[in-house]
């Protein structure tokens, strides 16, 4: 932290102490965050794309304050057992959380008690905009495009396609193609992208939906091709469109999704923006760049930007979240 910060975050907790005693303890906790070791807790398994931007841009942060922050990896049940561990953490600044739409927007739908309250536990920092997913077919269905796919899907009457969770992106893209073009895919739930692709390796899928750099795995080995991408093009196959520019309507085509951080609820807000400008400060570095370039994704954006897109987005995913018609698990 540079001496003008310490002298503008010295003045502000002055003033606040002649204010009222809550505004003293903001303050306090910001001028002393961090104290310790900084646990950041990525709800996804190692090796996915939300483990390296998680590791990315931990390190970039620990450089910055001079403590340590160590990524633990906790999957299992769509992100939720993770960040069930974050919102019952202290909310001071010292345990964050790592992960994806799914964990904050999905799991309020598909969970009966997914052991947090994204609206009551949680404080989303900051988040990265998604890129375009890749929907990627297994070369013996002879699948080159969307209309290709709704093809052999009906052909076969039945298709098997890999998610990565319950509730996540590729679940809810398939009810959705499921609904437009009356087909019976079949979603196949991973506990996280990898072990996804690995499936798809062993030719136990039809399909699969996922990042594009995880998907390398598949595609050089000429395991898949991709026949679509979701919502976004992907600069590296600029040939390749997406699922609306091949004929899907569904408004869920429309938003990109996120990775992205998050403290428990009664985190200092003070320490909740110092977070966000880390974040949006890591974009520069070039261990993160990388990785951003490697996932073809955008920067990570500031508190209030942040904000204004989960609410933007967050209906649309509500609505097709329920439109899976699952039971609450």
Known sequence: MSAKLDRRHFVAAGTAALAMPFAVRNASAQTTWPSRQIRMICSYPAGGQTDLLARAYGEFISKQIGKTVVIENKPGA??????????????????????????????????????????????????????????????????????????????????????????????????????????????????????MWTGMLEGTLD??????????????????????????????????????????TSKFFTVSGFTGWAVPKATPQPVVDRLAELCVAANNDPKVKEVLATFVLEPAIGFKETNALYQRELPIWIESAQALGLEPA
């Not at 919502?231 to 469109?241: E, G, L």
């Open 78 to 195: 769509s992100g939720a057992i993770g960040t069930a561990e974050v919102a019952r953490a202290e909310p001071d600044g010292h345990t964050i959380l790592c992960s994806i739409s799914t964990t904050y927007i999905m799991n309020r739908v598909v969970m009966k008690n997914p052991g947090y309250d994204m609206d009551k536990d949680l404080t989303l920092v900051s988040v990265i905009p998604g890129a375009g997913l890749l929907l990627v077919a297994n070369p013996r269905t002879g699948v080159k495009t969307l209309e290709d796919f709704v093809a052999f899907a009906r052909k076969s009457g039945k298709v098997n396609f890999g998610t990565y969770s319950a509730g996540s992106a590729p679940h809810m893209t398939i009810n959705e193609l499921n609904k437009q073009y009356g087909l019976n895919i079949e979603p196949v739930h991973y506990r996280g992208e990898a072990p």
């Open 207 to 248: 399909a699969a939906m996922g990042s594009y750099t995880a998907a390398q795995s598949v595609l050089q080995s000429d395991r898949g091709t991709v026949f679509a991408v979701h919502s976004k093009k992907v600069d590296a196959i600029p040939t390749i469109k997406t699922l609306p520019e091949q004929g899907a």
